[in-house]
């Protein structure tokens, strides 16, 4: 595994268990707005972390943190991710896996292991928009059958899209609504601005809430229970929608 960055402790990242968060190194998309660039940018990549020394800290703290998150780049593309995590399984750790989605069968042979317990997917775009927003040439259908493989996996999942509103306006986000199904978990958030992969110009935040809130969005709200989530300003930074 390449790591390039390791979080001892986080309270936010596996819903209701402490855990740590593991970054994989390298990333098949270019988000012009990643904040992660070190993860993805070759010209900037971070130093790695010895996976020896992040299984031993993990070995020493079982039974003080429940849950480790692998996150990155895009942990798919780590060819021994599945015998990794496989290792904290049987350390006793609930796993979270974050990915773009970009690779099905990676996902098909985790779901098969029963390697991930909770899945965090990225839904970056409308399909017509998936390429432009993420950079480089992504096959929908590949999208659209990691989205089915986790809904059938078994374990709990949320699909998250970033408002990037310098290529995505409302109407897109309203256009990803017929990709998510009774039951979906989904995460609108806001686009973190700060140590972007490319410059952003004039980078602005959008109110989520107001647009949430107008007649465009009224078949999203009736067909969903949905929560705001604040940050530590008490500015909105998360819609939460439960599609029923
Ligand atoms: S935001 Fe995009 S480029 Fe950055 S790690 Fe995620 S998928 Fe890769």
């Known amino acids: 595994m390449l790591i390039g960055g390791f979080q001892k402790?986080?309270?936010l990242e596996y819903p209701e268990k402490l855990g740590a968060v593991i970054f994989t190194r390298g990333c098949n998309f270019r988000c012009p707005y990643c904040h992660n660039p070190e993860l993805v940018d070759v010209d900037r990549y971070s130093e790695l972390i010895s996976e020896e020394s992040v299984l031993q800290f993990l070995l020493n703290r079982k039974g003080k943190l429940e849950s480790v998150t692998v996150s990155g780049g895009e942990p798919t593309l780590q060819p021994d991710l599945l015998d990794f995590l496989l290792k904290l399984k049987d350390m006793g750790y609930a796993i979270k896996l974050d990915t773009n989605g970009?690779?099905?069968?990676?996902i098909e042979k985790l779901v098969s292991h029963k390697a991930v317990d909770y899945w965090a997917m990225?839904?970056?775009?409308p399909i017509s928009l998936y390429s432009l927003v993420c950079g480089c040439s992504v096959n929908d259908k590949d999208i659209l059958r990691s989205m089915n493989l986790i809904r059938q996996s078994g374990g709990d999942w949320e699909f998250r899209t970033?408002?990037?509103?310098q290529i995505m306006n409302w109407n897109d986000v309203l256009e990803i609504q017929p990709l998510l199904k009774p039951g979906d978990k989904y995460y609108l958030q806001q686009c973190n601005y700060n140590n972007?992969?490319?410059p952003i110009h004039n980078p602005h935040q959008t109110n989520l809430e107001l647009l949430f809130s107008q007649e465009a969005s009224t078949k999203l709200r009736e067909k969903s229970h949905h929560y705001r989530m604040l940050n530590d300003a008490g500015k909105l930074q998360q819609i939460i929608i439960k599609m029923r």
């Open 196 to 198: 972007t992969l490319e």
């Open 102 to 106: 970009s690779h099905p069968d990676v």
């Open 162 to 165: 970033t408002y990037f509103n």
């Open 9 to 11: 402790f986080s309270l």
């Open 122 to 125: 990225d839904i970056k775009a």
